[in-house]
């Protein structure tokens, strides 16, 4: 698989504008867009895919690497990073091009269908189908309202956990209420030096289960629930050294921490998808169940990015879009060929792209 991550011409450098024709091009590398690679290449329909960030698998990648999901069928367990790892293996027999760290900037109509796409690193796409699986657009965690937290951002505070083992014997600070919050005080707890939860009332928002677990964790004393808000930080060059809760009668208690998690919820930024000509309903792209097609023809959107009744923003339902949308993308890459459906089990033509033959 080619996979380029390529840094812009330097200053004063003569730019080549490289125009890469292709049958499809898919905006965004999370987990649907790399299932999309899959669908289509069993239809024989070649695909680029670019992504903003520098590595694939979107928020499976970058939000949650080591956090285990349950509800991927047939896979009981597999954490974020694992899941990408399968997903690239499974695409291998296609041969994807990738380019990552490039972010998709504008998209034109210029056939029926025919699109120009252009990146920000000035490279030009011309496909004849265009699959929008850019999920939440670019996404960036809420920063809580913490004065001078902006100095210890990406030192000792963070809004992601890429490593757990950063965080061993660590004296840690998780602030937040809602799922992320709780699972990684889970998750953390037992590699943590100490670990104290943060949250502003004593009710959250996160699974029942989760919270029951970390009730038990506190009452046998293997970790600390403070109910209040960060009032300030104390610390220097980027590393924290305590922080003050400020609970609700007022009190000020003094934490000593080394690193600061803050789950606050994600702010999702559409960023350019919003320009591209769409019919959007509350920052989601409306498409058809049946082909998952937007208002423009050509042009799918899949994924998290997508909006239609019933949706769930679930893994699992991006799998199930990937499938249909392949099916009528054929139709515009391959008019003159009639699609019959098979079954990878028993279709050795399948088979043998998938290089099992
Ligand atoms: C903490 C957490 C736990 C979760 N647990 C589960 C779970 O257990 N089960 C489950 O099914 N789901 C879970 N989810 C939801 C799941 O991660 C999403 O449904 C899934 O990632 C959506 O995949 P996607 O490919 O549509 O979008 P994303 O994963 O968001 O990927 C979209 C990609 O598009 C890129 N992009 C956006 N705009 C552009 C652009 N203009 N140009 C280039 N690239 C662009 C982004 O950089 C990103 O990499 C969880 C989510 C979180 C945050």
């Given at each position: 698989m080619?996979?380029?991550?390529?840094?812009?011409?330097a200053?004063?450098?003569?730019r080549m504008i490289e125009?890469?024709?292709?049958?499809?091009?898919?905006?965004?590398?999370?987990?649907v867009?790399l299932?999309a690679?899959?669908?289509?290449?069993?239809?024989d329909?070649k695909?680029?895919?670019?992504d903003i960030?520098?590595?694939?698998?979107?928020?499976?990648?970058?939000?949650?690497?080591?956090?285990p999901i349950?509800?991927?069928?047939?896979?009981?367990?597999i954490t974020?990073?694992?899941?990408t790892d399968?997903?690239?293996?499974?695409?291998k027999?296609?041969?994807?091009?990738?380019?990552l760290?490039?972010?998709?900037a504008?998209?034109?109509n210029?056939?029926?269908p025919?699109?120009?796409v252009?990146t920000?690193?000035?490279?030009?796409?011309?496909?004849?189908?265009v699959?929008?699986?850019?999920g939440?657009?670019s996404?960036?965690?809420?920063r809580?309202p913490?004065?001078g937290?902006e100095p210890?951002?990406?030192?000792?505070v963070?809004?992601?956990?890429r490593k757990?083992?950063?965080?061993?014997?660590?004296?840690?600070?998780?602030?937040?209420g809602?799922?992320s919050a709780?699972d990684?005080t889970?998750?953390?707890?037992?590699i943590?030096?100490?670990l104290?939860?943060v949250?502003?009332?004593?009710?959250?928002?996160?699974?029942?289960?989760s919270?029951s677990?970390?009730?038990?964790?506190?009452?046998?004393?293997e970790?600390?629930?403070?109910?209040g808000q960060?009032a300030?930080?104390e610390?220097g060059?980027?590393q924290?050294?305590a922080a003050?809760?400020?609970?609700?009668?007022?009190?000020?208690?003094?934490?000593?921490v080394?690193?600061?998690?803050?789950?606050?919820?994600l702010?999702?930024?559409l960023?350019p998808?919003a320009?591209?000509?769409?019919?959007?309903?509350?920052?989601l792209i409306?498409?058809?169940?049946?082909?998952?097609?937007?208002?423009?023809?050509g042009l799918?959107?899949?994924?998290?990015?997508n909006?239609?009744?019933g949706?769930?923003?679930l893994?699992l339902?991006?799998?199930?879009?990937?499938a249909?949308m392949a099916?009528?993308?054929h139709h515009?890459?391959?008019?003159?060929?009639?699609?019959?459906?098979?079954?990878?089990?028993?279709?050795?033509?399948?088979?043998?792209?998938?290089?099992?033959?």
């Amino acid at each position: 698989m080619l996979v380029k991550s390529e840094r812009p011409a330097a200053a004063g450098a003569e730019r080549m504008i490289e125009t890469i024709k292709t049958d499809v091009l898919v905006i965004g590398a999370g987990p649907v867009g790399l299932f999309a690679v899959f669908e289509l290449g069993l239809l024989d329909i070649k695909a680029h895919l670019v992504d903003i960030l520098d590595k694939v698998g979107g928020q499976c990648a970058e939000l949650y690497p080591e956090k285990p999901i349950y509800d991927i069928p047939g896979i009981p367990y597999i954490t974020g990073h694992g899941l990408t790892d399968a997903l690239m293996q499974q695409i291998k027999p296609f041969n994807p091009t990738f380019h990552l760290g490039e972010m998709v900037a504008t998209l034109e109509n210029i056939g029926d269908p025919l699109f120009r796409v252009t990146t920000d690193r000035d490279k030009v796409f011309e496909t004849k189908a265009v699959v929008i699986a850019a999920g939440g657009g670019s996404f960036q965690p809420k920063r809580p309202p913490i004065q001078g937290i902006e100095p210890y951002e990406g030192k000792s505070v963070h809004y992601a956990v890429r490593k757990m083992e950063a965080f061993r014997d660590k004296r840690l600070l998780i602030v937040g209420g809602g799922d992320s919050a709780l699972d990684w005080t889970l998750n953390l707890q037992p590699i943590a030096k100490r670990l104290t939860l943060v949250h502003r009332r004593d009710d959250f928002r996160g699974a029942p289960a989760s919270v029951s677990k970390m009730r038990a964790l506190v009452a046998a004393s293997e970790m600390d629930l403070k109910i209040g808000q960060v009032a300030s930080l104390e610390g220097g060059n980027g590393q924290l050294a305590a922080a003050s809760i400020k609970g609700n009668d007022g009190a000020l208690t003094r934490v000593e921490v080394d690193a600061m998690l803050p789950f606050f919820g994600l702010t999702m930024k559409l960023g350019p998808v919003a320009d591209w000509g769409l019919s959007l309903q509350d920052e989601l792209i409306p498409v058809s169940t049946a082909t998952f097609e937007t208002n423009i023809r050509g042009l799918f959107a899949i994924g998290d990015i997508n909006t239609y009744p019933g949706k769930l923003k679930l893994i699992l339902s991006g799998f199930h879009e990937a499938a249909l949308m392949a099916q009528k993308a054929h139709h515009y890459v391959h008019p003159e060929k009639k699609l019959v459906f098979q079954y990878t089990t028993s279709s050795t033509s399948l088979q043998k792209k998938l290089g099992v033959k």
